[in-house]
């Protein structure tokens, strides 16, 4: 969980110049990706919110520790040939996927 203190390290929430200061030392950015997609009537249909939170996390530990990491906006879409056919669900080809 972030807290109050730890380093900004979604791409979303640093300025323009902190991101200009921060793209100079290199940092590795990790570019979370996922799907929105039915998975039932139970659960939410956002599983990319999952790997954006993974993402986030990862980010979080590998700064801390030195390795200063930023976390891209997920992409939240399927392979259309997979998760085409669901209701509700956002899918690319498997194209432009790749």
């Known amino acids: 969980m972030a807290t109050k203190t730890d380093p900004l390290v ?6 323009g110049g902190e ?8 940092p590795v950015i990790l570019l ?4 929105h997609e039915d998975q039932g009537p139970h ?9 954006e939170k993974i993402a986030e996390l990862a980010a979080l530990q590998a700064s ?4 200063r990491t ?10 259309a040939d997979w998760f085409g056919p669901m209701i509700g669900g956002i899918a690319i080809s498997q194209g432009t996927l790749t």
């Not at 991101?19 to 290199?26: D, G, P, Q, V, Y």
């Not at 979370?32 to 799907?35: E, F, I, K, L, N």
């Not at 659960?43 to 790997?51: F, I, K, T």
């Not at 801390?64 to 390795?67: P, S």
């Open 10 to 15: 979604h791409m979303g929430t640093i300025t």
């Open 19 to 26: 991101a200009r200061e921060l793209l100079k030392s290199n």
């Open 32 to 35: 979370p990706m996922g799907s």
């Open 43 to 51: 659960a939410p249909m956002g599983d990319y919110l999952l790997a």
């Open 64 to 67: 801390k520790a030195g390795t």
């Open 70 to 79: 930023l976390v891209a906006p997920v992409l939240p879409y399927g392979g």
